[in-house]
Nanobody, 112 residues
Framework: QVQLVESGGGLVQAGGSLRLSCAAS?????MGWFRQAPGKQRELVAR???????DYADSVKGRFTISRDSGKNTVYLQMNSLKPEDTAVYYC?????????WGQGSQVTVSS
């Protein structure tokens, strides 16, 4: 059983920054972030792959950075140069034993 607890969402002006945190109940390597905006598909934002690398959505490359503090079982998403189109609910995700787990979701709203 895996629990993921997110924090750090909020309202920010365009061009600003936010950092999301996701604390897992155990160490899991394959963790990442997804987001879903109204009327759109849920999309991958950033993740650590099982092969030990990272994936980023093209729309966030150069602006967002995924990182981790393994000692705390915590994954972060640093979001810089935010744009209104980044507005979405962001979900932390972990894959463990062929099953996906999800955080509760964090609303990120970027005002223009």
């Amino acid at each position: 059983q895996v629990q993921l607890v997110e924090s750090g969402g909020g309202l920010v002006q365009a061009g600003g920054s936010l950092r999301l945190s996701c604390a897992a109940s155990r160490y899991i390597f394959t963790m990442g972030w997804f987001r879903q905006a109204p009327g759109k598909q849920r999309e991958l934002v950033a993740r650590f792959t099982s092969g030990g690398s990272t994936d980023y959505a093209d729309s966030v490359k150069g602006r967002f950075t995924i990182s981790r503090d393994s000692g705390k079982n915590t994954v972060y998403l640093q979001m810089n140069s935010l744009k209104p189109e980044d507005t979405a609910v962001y979900y932390c995700s972990a894959e463990y034993r062929f099953k996906d787990y999800w955080g509760q979701g964090s609303q990120v709203t970027v005002s223009s």
